[in-house]
């Protein structure tokens, strides 16, 4: 009942005008995500390991130049994934050199708003993307991690003014990414709900909406809808890795699983915010240097056609690049803008 509730009080969230699709591209002033946080006695040039940087990786020209282009193109919200890249005053030992203090933060998010651009703050508390909580990392689940994740969670909200969507992140936390880490975490069954729980009541006690990636949900449906509130937006994605189209029957596409959890979610009635990209990931796509500038114009048109209205919330573009590098980076960054724009019509 409270969980309903919850998603009655949430309902009336489309873009800011309470009208139109959200239109939103995710950013990355922080990085901090993959790789592993070196612990004082650990040596990074012994080991061998990828360890993430003590510093902040941000060009403020390409910033520029890349929200001018959201601008330009008419998308109207900016989805930043934090991390290291932000000051938190409850927990200043988070911070890397060159972090913005809250009042930089706040500056620039007025910023975007007279852009049009709606910020939209994103922490994520997947145990295996949660490496900007440094030690916190490695505490996943104890006492001491629960009070910084709540303690992190109200800063991002009081400095963002209360953002009405708050991105926890949450993907990806499976066994296969065991390999790339010298420390490794991962909850299952009702730790991980306890955990996934926690984060989501935290951000609705600060007034905020939870928004999550929908992945935990790929071949556990049943679990998922049972235990997730419909409060939650979700982000399903689908990058069409293995060139399988948009076709359900996992004889002809490996990935039908990740297809179908769309209809499951409309079916279930949660609202959804479909994640589409450009970066060509692991698979077909690899192997075969077909490139991913087709994802997005095909992912529109299937979402609009098969989530109902009421539950069809907008599109999310995540280019999956950074803010420090020109080049291939930067150029992939800019022509998801335009790829996105054009799919959307």
Known sequence: MAAAGAAA?????????????????????????????????EVEETDGRKYVPDHIRFDEAIWNETIARMAEKKMNMVVLD?????????????????????????????????????????????????????IYHRMVSTPPYYQVVKDVIRDTAEIFG?????????????????????????????????????????????????????DYGWNRNDEYVKHCPKSVVQSNWYYDEQLGKYS???????????????????????????????????????KNKTGGDD????LVPYCRKNISSAHLMGFLMAPWTHLDERGANYDRQMKAIDLFAAALG
């Open 248 to 286: 359900l029957d996992p004889k002809i596409n490996k990935h039908a699983h990740r297809l179908v959890q769309f209809h499951d979610l409309d079916k279930a009635g949660y609202d959804q915010i479909p994640c589409g990209t450009n970066w060509a990931g692991a698979g077909a796509r690899w």
């Open 9 to 41: 009080a949430f309902r009336s969230v489309k873009a800011a005008d309470g009208k139109s699709e959200i239109h939103a591209v995710l950013l990355h002033p922080g990085r901090n995500m993959w790789g592993d946080w070196k612990m004082p006695d």
């Open 162 to 214: 209360t953002p009405r969507l708050f991105h926890l992140g949450w993907d990806e936390e499976r066994v296969g990414y065991a390999h790339q880490k010298g420390h490794f975490s991962m909850r299952t069954g009702e730790l991980w709900w306890k955990d996934f729980l926690y984060t989501v009541k935290c951000t609705e006690d600060c007034g905020c909406r939870a928004w999550v990636w929908s």
């Open 295 to 298: 994802i997005i114009g095909a």
């Open 82 to 134: 934090l991390g290291e890249f932000m000051q938190f005053p409850s927990h200043p030992e988070l911070a890397v050199k060159g972090s913005w203090s809250p009042d930089r933060m706040k500056a620039e998010l007025e910023k975007l708003r007279k852009m049009g651009l709606e910020p939209i703050p994103k922490l994520n508390f997947s145990a295996t993307h949660d490496q900007w909580l440094k």
